[in-house]
């Protein structure tokens, strides 16, 4: 499987490097390879400079693929092993295992159903911020379809050579467990985001409690049975944008020691992977004590596998000593909620894993994207951090844009004066410095509509870049391209 893994990656380096073509999310010029088709010359060698390429932000599949159907997730899925990456999440058809693994334990189908959510929200309702029926009820149906929606995706991961990261047992459970345990050590959340607390506090069965690993080992055996066991990667958020029932170390470390035990007792071999989005979003209560604290209940460094999730401008390994010696990912965010706006910081992306990498003692495995919204335009940002990967020196940016630039058109009708306009968009927005809007912005048309306080107003902040350049940029390319500017 490795070798044909390999094999794909190459090819795309022989299309784009020496067809001069491209693949992106939605097509590809390969209709355009010379005939007959360019020899190779000197042998096409390179390794990456990471293990794990990863792919995947959790709320994705919310505010991306919730609807998606195999159809579409099938280009995804050739684009991301085409590009090299070895290591997606795939976070489909959750709630059918988990539902049974409910049902085993003596809950009825109305205590569950109170607990899930509406198709669009469940990333939130997985790992604990919300519950009940919050965008609607969760059917049945549903359920089913993106069981078998899943199995498809983790065949074709595999089929592919990729490794999925699959679900596991995070500990949220349906209130009526209160009930039906009343000596399980049960605690509720913190409450998110201004919901109501019929919606929020979500019921939390601390791992410590004997019930957890039971829950665990059923719920990774169903999985296993479904999927075959093609994976030992298991994603698993319990604090993502809320804070533990208590600060005290000796409990953070039992939480993580517990979770990590009920994996192993699953999986022998299991590997947990988790965000890092906690460490940034509640800095106030993970201190470097508390976060030591924590990631020290998982006993070895390569058993937990963390998502840096904001490298490009956020980084929490730096201060946290490189996780502690836990292994992590270079991630880049750039897209929040699925805003379409065009940004980019290139010299951020492509010095920035290198330097990581090459800190003293780092602790850094993977290279990866962790996009919330990963919706169409700024492709290149993506294109560039994954090419990163198989570069051991920061990426030329000049000379990669020009090439990117010359393989993305048609080159029988490329003007020059497409080359100068990509030139100024890559000193311009995909050069974004200001520390303050490091992420992709929200374009005007989609703003609420107001009468005032909207000139010069992207998403939360005034515009930051010279935007004369970029009416210049555009003029080069509208002559030529009518309805294609990124």
Known sequence: MEVAFISLIFSFSYVTEIGGVDIWWTGSRLHELPSPLPSVGAPLTGSSIVPYRYHF????????????TFDKWSLLLDWLALRGVNLPLAWVGYEAILIETFREVGLTDADIGSFLSGPAFQPWNRFGNIQGAWGGELPMQWVNDQFALQKQI?????????????????????????????????VN??????????????????????????????????????????????????????????GNTSYLASITSNTFASLREAD????????????????AFWT???????????????????????????????????????????????????????EGNLPAITTGPIA?????????????????????GNEIVYDIVLDQAWSSSALNI??????????????????????????????????????????????????????????????????????????HASRFDRSSYHHYLV
């Open 288 to 342: 470097d004590e508390r976060v030591e604290a924590f990631l020290g209940g998982v006993p070895e460094d390569d058993s937990m596998l963390i998502l840096d999730l904001y490298s490009e401008a956020q980084p929490q390994w730096n201060r946290t000593n490189s996780y502690f010696g836990k292994s992590w990912v270079w991630c880049e965010l750039h897209d929040f909620g699925g805003n379409m706006g065009m």
């Open 398 to 471: 000049s000379g990669y844009v020009e090439k990117w630039v010359s393989r993305r058109y048609p080159a029988k009708s490329l003007p020059p004066a497409a080359q100068k306009a990509w030139s100024i968009l890559s000193t311009t927005v995909y050069n974004n410095q200001n520390p303050n809007t490091q992420a992709t912005i929200k374009s005007i048309f989609e703003k609420a509509p107001a009468l005032t306080g909207l000139a010069n107003i992207t998403g939360s902040h005034a515009v930051s870049l010279d935007v004369a350049k970029l009416a």
């Open 154 to 186: 983790v065949a074709r991961m595999v089929e592919l050579g990729m490794t999925p990261i699959l679900p596991s047992f995070t500990g949220f459970v349906p209130r009526a467990m209160t009930t039906l345990f009343p000596n399980a050590s049960i």
């Open 356 to 376: 990581s990498l090459n800190w003293p003692g780092s602790s850094m495995k993977g290279i990866g994207l962790s996009m919330e919204g990963q919706e169409l």
């Open 57 to 68: 932000n959790t709320v994705t599949f919310g505010y991306t693929t919730a609807f998606w």
């Open 189 to 246: 959340g913190s409450q998110w985001s201004g919901f109501p607390s019929s919606l929020t506090n979500v019921t939390f069965l601390e791992p410590f409690d004997p019930l957890f690993p039971q829950i665990q080992k059923s719920f990774i055996a169903k999985q296993q049975a479904a999927y075959g066991n093609v994976s030992h990667f298991y994603t698993l958020d319990q604090y993502n944008e809320n804070d533990p029932f208590s």
């Open 268 to 283: 022998p071999e299991a590997i947990w992977v988790m965000q890092g989005w906690l460490f940034f979003n509640s800095l």
